[in-house]
Each structure stands twice: as C-alpha cells, then as structure tokens.
C-alpha cells in the first residue's frame, strides 16, 4: 500500500524558513513525478511545485517562484519543499502527491500524504 | 494561466437527490479535467478522472462529462457519506489549477 507521510510544518515568523519533508513507501519512488498542493484554513487547493522522477524537471506556482525550493532523494524514498521568505499567506496545510498518468494520458494527484500545518505568524 | 470557475459554491439536497455541479475553464482543455472529493478533516480524493473516468473503487452513481471548457460532475442518488467538498482541476497545462470547491450538504 503507498504511503506518504509529511513532515516539517510547524510556526515561523514571516520572512523566515521551514523545510517541509515527505516519506514514501510502498511505490518505487524514482517512478514518479511528485507534487506539493496546499490548502489554507478553509480554503480551497493550490498546487505548489512538481518535480520529474530524476528532478531534471521542476515548476512551480508563480505564488512561490523564487522562494520555495522542491527537491527529492531517491535513495531516501523522499520528497522536500524548501520555503524561505515566508509569508502570512503562506499558512497552510501542504501536501505532498504523486503526479501520475492516469486515464486517457491524463495527470492526475493521487494518492496524497495526510498534510503538514504550516503556520506563518509573528 | 487556465482559470476555473465552479458553481454553485454550496448547496443543499437531500438523501436521493440528483445533485450536479459544474466547471467552466478559461480556455478550451479537451478532457483533461479532473474531479477530487474532500470530506470534513481528510485528505482530498480523486473521483473522476479525463472528464469521466471513474476511478477505482468510486460508486457508480457518481459519473462525470463534458470537454472542451464546460464539465460536470453528477451524484445520481445522493448519500449521506457524499457530505463533502468537490473540487475540479485542469491537468492541461502549468500551473494545474483547482476550481474553488463546491460544498454539498445533506438536508
């Protein structure tokens, strides 16, 4: 069964930084394209950034280019989204996704971890 | 960047209903539009996937429609487990963009 698991979040004054994590089991994760989707308090969705199995590709949401940095280590079966420059706007709940082909040649988010609360407050 | 627009933002049926919601995009995205179930306190789910392709272990009541800029998504006989949040997105293009929900609520 896959399993990612997220960690890292926690509270952070504006202008500061966090690295958030996300371990997975149960998939060969050098497989796949993985993602970071947010959520803030009753929000809706916000997909973050993607990365290619090898990392050779990586996007992100103009929301946080320049500051946030998604990286991965397949010997480590891991995913982690580096944030500088916080933001209040950037509270959320983050999670992390794999990014896979699924019907009709068709990406889709699925599974996803359970979340991580990041909190951006002075 | 593709713009989503969902409607209605909530609404309120009751058990057996024929609940419908809507997606419109900015621009024309074939099938590439998918639909996510998020219940109070848990992760979000994917439903339905290029426009109508229910995913695995999905109940058949729920099925999914639409190409181009204009999609649905239809719970045939509504059940109290579908008390939840339905969101859309586009897998067209970068950024892959949610619509902003829809909340269906049991009478």
């Known amino acids: 069964e896959v399993e990612l698991v997220e960690s890292g979040g926690g509270l952070v004054q504006p202008g500061g930084s966090l690295r958030l994590s996300c371990a997975a089991s149960?998939?060969?994760?050098?497989?796949?394209?993985m993602s970071w989707v947010r959520q803030a308090p009753g929000k809706g969705l916000e997909w973050v950034a993607n990365?290619?199995?090898?990392?050779?590709?990586?996007y992100y949401a103009d929301s946080v280019k320049g500051r946030f940095t998604i990286s991965r280590d397949s010997a480590k079966n891991s995913l982690y989204l580096q944030m500088n420059s916080l933001r209040a706007e950037d509270t959320a709940v983050y999670y992390c996704?794999?990014?896979?082909?699924?019907?009709?040649?068709?990406?889709?988010?699925?599974?996803w971890g359970q979340g991580t609360l990041v909190t951006v407050s002075s | 960047d593709i713009q989503m627009t969902q409607s209605p933002s909530s609404l309120s049926a009751s058990v057996g209903d024929r609940v419908t919601i809507t997606c419109r995009t900015s621009?024309?995205?074939?099938?590439?539009l998918n639909w996510y179930q998020q219940k109070p306190g848990k992760v979000p789910k994917p439903l339905i996937s290029a426009a109508s392709s229910l995913q695995s272990g999905v109940p058949s009541r729920f099925s999914g429609s639409g190409s181009g800029t204009d999609f649905t998504l239809t719970i045939s006989s509504l059940q109290p487990e579908d008390s939840a949040t339905y969101f859309c997105?586009?897998?067209?293009?970068?950024?892959?963009?949610f619509g902003q929900g829809t909340k269906v609520e049991i009478k």
């Open positions: 997105q586009q897998s067209y293009s970068n950024p892959y963009t």
């Open positions: 149960g998939i060969t994760f050098s497989n796949y394209w």
């Open positions: 996704a794999i990014f896979q082909i699924v019907a009709n040649g068709v990406w889709v988010f699925d599974p």
């Open positions: 990365i290619k199995q090898d990392g050779s590709d990586i």
């Open positions: 621009q024309s995205i074939s099938i590439y």
